[in-house]
C-alpha cells in the first residue's frame, strides 16, 4: 500500500501485525511511524511501550516482540536498518532469515512489529519476499506534483491557514516536493502571513526559499525577455549557493526542451488543458511558459536545444571542460536567439 491508504487505515484501525516502511520520503515516513504510535500507545505510556532495535539478531527481534505491553494492549517493536532488507551484504545469515521468517508467521497478538528501512528497501531479499507477501509493504516514495500539493494544502489548514490549488502549485514548484522542506517553508507562511488566513502567490515569492529548477525557471524567463543582468545574478545565486553548474545546464536543457516543445504545442492549435501534463509542467506555469515560447519561432528554440543537447555531450564526453559552462551557455544561447 502508499501512505495515503495506511494513513487511512490507521485511523479507521485497521491495523495490521507487521508493516515494512520503504521508500525515499523520509519525512511522511517519520509522520505515519508518530500516528501508529498515537493510535496504540497509551498516552504518557509510549516510551514503556515503545522498543527501537537496529539490526537485531534473531533472538532479540523474537524477545523485543514477545516482551507483553505495560498498561496497554499493544507493545510497538521497531526495527531499523535490518541487514536482510537492505542490500551492501554479499551473504545472507541463513538461520538468522530462517528464525524471523518463522517467527512472522506467528506474531504475537499484542505486538506491531515495523520494519524501518532508510531509503528503499532491497526486493530481491528473502525476507523482503515473505514480507510482501504477507501485504506489509507500506511505500513511502516521493510524492507527485498533485499529491503533493493536496497534502501541503491539507497541511496548511491544520495551522488555520488557506490555499488554493493554484497557489499550492506555485509552492511546490518554487520549494520542490521534499516533504520536509515544504513543511519548513509552510511553517515560515504560517508566520508571515501572521493573521491572516489565506496564502497567496505574492506571500511564497516574498519569504520561500527557490529549488534550483524555480531558479532555473526565473532565470530563463529573464533571459527570454531580453534581462540578461538578472539572469546572470540568479546564475550567480546558484552557484554560491552550491550548485553544480553541469546540473544548472542539465535543468537549463529540460527548460529549453520545454519551450520547444510548447511551441510546436501552440503551433499545432494543442488545448491549453493538455499542455501540462503533455509537458509535465505545473499548470500554473503554463501561462508563464506559453508567453517565453511565444517570444521566438520554432527554429531558433529548437536551435537552441540542439545546441545545449550537444554542449552538454561534449562535456560529458570528455572533449570540453565544464569549467564555465553554464555561464557560457547562457552567452551562447542569446546569440541563438536573437542572432
Not at 551473504?91 to 528501512?117: G, H, M, Q, W
Not at 499550492?168 to 519548513?184: H, S
Request: aromatic share 8%; charged share 25%; hydrophobic share 40%.
Amino acid at each position: 500500500m502508499n501512505h495515503t491508504a495506511f494513513f487511512q487505515a490507521v485511523k479507521s484501525g485497521n491495523i495490521a501485525p507487521c508493516y515494512v516502511f520503504e521508500g525515499a520520503e523520509e519525512y511522511i515516513k517519520q509522520q505515519a511511524l508518530s500516528n501508529l504510535c498515537s493510535k496504540l500507545l497509551p498516552a504518557g505510556l509510549e516510551e514503556m511501550n515503545l522498543t527501537d532495535l537496529t539490526d537485531p539478531d534473531a533472538d532479540q527481534l523474537i524477545a523485543a516482540s514477545e516482551t507483553l505491553p505495560f498498561m496497554g494492549d499493544v507493545r510497538i517493536v521497531v526495527i531499523r536498518d535490518c541487514a536482510l532488507l537492505t542490500a551492501g551484504r554479499k551473504s545472507e545469515d541463513e538461520r538468522k532469515i530462517t528464525a524471523i521468517s518463522e517467527y512472522l508467521t506467528n506474531i504475537s497478538p499484542s505486538t506491531c512489529l515495523v520494519f524501518y528501512v532508510k531509503g528503499k528497501a532491497d526486493g530481491r531479499k528473502k525476507l523482503y519476499t515473505q514480507l510482501k507477501k504477507m501485504n506489509c509493504i507500506v511505500d513511502f516514495s516521493p510524492m507527485g506534483d498533485a499529491e503533493c500539493a493536496d497534502w501541503a494544502r491539507k497541511t496548511m489548514r491544520r495551522s488555520g491557514k488557506q490555499m488554493d490549488s493554484q497557489t499550492a502549485g506555485k509552492l511546490i514548484f518554487t520549494v520542490g516536493r521534499d516533504a520536509a522542506l515544504l513543511k519548513q517553508e509552510m511553517d515560515k507562511l504560517t508566520s508571515f502571513l501572521q493573521d491572516r488566513d489565506t496564502v497567496t502567490d505574492e506571500d511564497i515569492d516574498a519569504v520561500c526559499t527557490r529549488s534550483t529548477e524555480c531558479t532555473v525557471f526565473q532565470m530563463v524567463d529573464a533571459q527570454v525577455a531580453g534581462k540578461m543582468d538578472t539572469a546572470f545574478s540568479l546564475l550567480r545565486d546558484m552557484v554560491r549557493s552550491g550548485e553544480d553548474r553541469i546540473g544548472i545546464l542539465a535543468m537549463l536543457l529540460r527548460q529549453y526542451r520545454i519551450l520547444y516543445h510548447m511551441r510546436c504545442l501552440l503551433d499545432e492549435k494543442t488545448p491549453q488543458q493538455a499542455q501540462a501534463s503533455l509537458l509535465g509542467i505545473p499548470p500554473f506555469a503554463v501561462g508563464r511558459t506559453q508567453q517565453q515560447a511565444r517570444r521566438f519561432e520554432k527554429e531558433r528554440l529548437k536551435a537552441a536545444y540542439s545546441y545545449l543537447m550537444n554542449y552538454e555531450y561534449e562535456i560529458k564526453t570528455g572533449r570540453i571542460t565544464q569549467d564555465g559552462c553554464a555561464e557560457s551557455a547562457l552567452l551562447q544561447l542569446e546569440g541563438i536567439l536573437r542572432g
